[in-house]
């Protein structure tokens, strides 16, 4: 159920769908999985957040408090806004273009790591050691050009090994925004 002639949600109409930790953990996980996904897997995940352990180990009156909740509330109110679709023939929840109307407005997560100084970093330090090679300055003299340059090569190569690892690991942390809610 798509409203393509919705104009942008209005500030006010944002706010009050972002005062609710779970509105905000459902535009979440919605973001991290690809398409539409059943109503009831969005409510186990919900309620796993909520009470801090694993899908598994939620016990059944966790589950069906969250997804009454989501069902009767939350996603009737957020498709009502249009930045979820609910098809409540396959009972499947997923993102709507408004939806990124919201995105504005939720923080961004600073990247803990400084990535642009370490390889703004490494290519003073390349720079410089390749310098040193190719004078011919101290112990450095027997390494030739062509092996420094290699050596300098394999230096980003594991940089940009460690910024995807820890970019990728850093993409499946739950925002702070929401695990300070998580008990509201």
Not at 86 to 111: N, P
Not at 131 to 159: K, M, R, S, Y
Request: net charge negative; glycine share 6%.
């Amino acid at each position: 159920m798509s409203h393509p002639d919705r104009d942008a949600l209005s500030q006010d109409v944002v706010f009050d769908l972002l005062s609710s930790p779970r509105r905000r953990f459902v535009l979440y996980y919605l973001n991290q999985v690809d398409g539409e996904i059943e109503i009831g897997e969005l409510a186990d995940e919900v309620a796993a957040w909520e009470n801090e352990t694993a899908v598994d180990d939620l016990t059944s009156q966790q589950r069906k408090r969250v997804y009454v909740s989501l069902y009767q509330t939350h996603v009737p109110k957020m498709e009502d806004a249009g930045i979820i679709e609910y098809d409540s023939d396959g009972g499947t929840v997923a993102l709507a273009d408004q939806a990124d109307d919201i995105s504005a407005y939720l923080s961004r997560e600073e990247d803990s790591r400084p990535w642009q100084q370490y390889y703004l970093g490494l290519a003073v330090a390349g720079a410089l050691f390749y310098l040193v090679v190719a004078l011919g300055i101290g112990p450095f003299a027997a390494l030739g050009e062509f092996t420094a340059g290699l050596i300098i090569i394999a230096a980003f190569a594991a940089t940009a090994i460690v910024h995807l690892i820890d970019t990728q690991r850093s993409g499946t942390e739950i925002s702070t925004e929401l695990i300070d809610d998580r008990k509201r």
